[in-house]
């Protein structure tokens, strides 16, 4: 089973937290390993999990998640050209 990025995204958060079932953890992991896209943004969710847990009052900035997935079009029109 191959699934593509976009759900790939959808699944990150959870993989983080590993509340993923086994099956779906190992097709995202999979796709991770050759998706250069996918991992960038699962270290920078990952760093942004890590901000959070040390300060509870930290929030992301105004349109944080709308410039990230601007930004992850951008890339994805660029690769596939
Ligand atoms: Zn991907």
């Given amino acids: 089973m191959v699934i593509e990025c976009k759900h790939v ?3 990150i958060s959870e993989y983080l937290d590993g509340t993923l079932p086994e099956e779906t ?3 995202v992991q999979r796709h991770l390993e050759h998706c ?3 991992s960038a943004i699962l270290d920078s969710t990952r760093n942004i999990i890590i901000l ?14 709308e ?3 601007a930004r992850i079009d951008l890339e994805l029109a660029e690769t596939e050209r």
């Fill in 25 to 27: 953890r190992t097709i």
């Fill in 67 to 69: 410039r990230l997935h």
């Fill in 9 to 11: 995204w959808n699944y």
């Fill in 52 to 65: 959070t847990a040390d300060d509870r009052v930290f929030e992301l900035p105004v349109g944080f998640s």
């Fill in 36 to 38: 250069e896209i996918c």
